[in-house]
């Protein structure tokens, strides 16, 4: 099977390339920038203007649509782009589309999963099998989220939010699984192994950093402090991860004191 991965550059697209290479899937890899690997064949390929994909999407038996653009033109990248693709894909003759979007896209009101909500439904009504996968953060979010807050001295944040990681590695192999298994036609959920409060979050990693800055609780209002402390970012799925928490920072940092 031939495989085309895009926004392979980044954090859960290093893991998805290697899970599809060692189950021994032919890799095509795109990025709007030119980057080269000696194990996969790299494409240039833009979801924001449609330049590439048609390339891109020529040749290969599936898609694993990892691509996003967060921090700006969102609508542009996850909404319209996934629709260039979706099309391409079609005309191409691809045979399944797994795209990977979050737990929490129909609940949580956040802009950017309005966009993730909507480019699932334009991958649904597309012309290509499809598959969602909705996975829950990546402990190097909560991580990143943390030490950003730190870096004004007390960490802030609602106590209660719940919140799930999930290490990329594991998404990566549910992701693979299911290019093997063939078109869902449906929306899968995948979290990790522990629902923590942000409370216990903290504690853990300020534990692991030997770090002495307090959390400051700060309430979230509205209905979106609501849907985070009821559970909107977490799943009662199965299966889930195996790797916690505590595993990531013990990984990350080591037991050593940092302040």
Do not use: C
């Not at 099977?1 to 998805?16: E, F």
């Not at 693709?85 to 009101?109: E, K, M």
């Not at 649904?124 to 979010?141: I, K, M």
Request: aromatic letters at 6%; proline letters at 6%; hydrophobic letters at 45%.
């Amino acid at each position: 099977m031939r495989v085309l991965v895009t926004g392979a550059g980044g954090r859960l697209g290093s893991h998805v390339l290697a899970r599809l290479r060692d189950d021994g899937m032919s890799v095509r890899a795109s990025s709007r920038r030119p980057r080269i690997g000696s194990d996969v064949e790299w494409v240039v390929a833009d979801l924001a203007t449609g330049d590439g994909l048609a390339e891109a999407v020529t040749g290969v038996d599936a898609v694993v649509h990892l691509a996003s653009s967060p921090r700006g033109r969102t609508h542009q990248v996850d909404v319209l782009g996934t629709r260039r693709l979706v099309l391409a894909a079609g005309a191409a003759g691809v045979q399944h589309l797994v795209y990977i979007s979050i737990v929490g896209v129909d609940r949580v009101p956040i802009p950017y999963y309005r966009h993730k909500l909507a480019a699932e439904q334009v991958v649904a009504a597309g012309p290509v099998p499809w598959s969602v996968l909705r996975a829950t953060q990546f402990p190097e979010f909560l991580d990143d989220l943390l030490a950003t807050s730190a870096r004004l001295g007390p960490v802030f944040g609602d106590r209660a939010v719940l919140a799930q990681p999930v290490d990329p590695g594991e998404v990566a192999a549910r992701l693979a699984a299911r290019v093997a298994a063939g078109p869902l036609g449906g929306i899968e959920k995948f979290g990790g192994p522990q629902v923590l409060r942000f409370d216990e979050a903290v504690r853990a990693w300020r534990e692991a950093r030997g770090s002495r800055r307090p959390l400051l609780p700060v309430r979230i209002p509205g209905r979106l402090g609501r849907e985070l402390r009821a559970g909107g970012l977490v799943t009662e799925a199965l299966p889930r991860g195996v790797r916690t928490w505590a595993d990531h920072l013990a990984d990350t940092y080591g037991g050593t004191a940092r302040r």
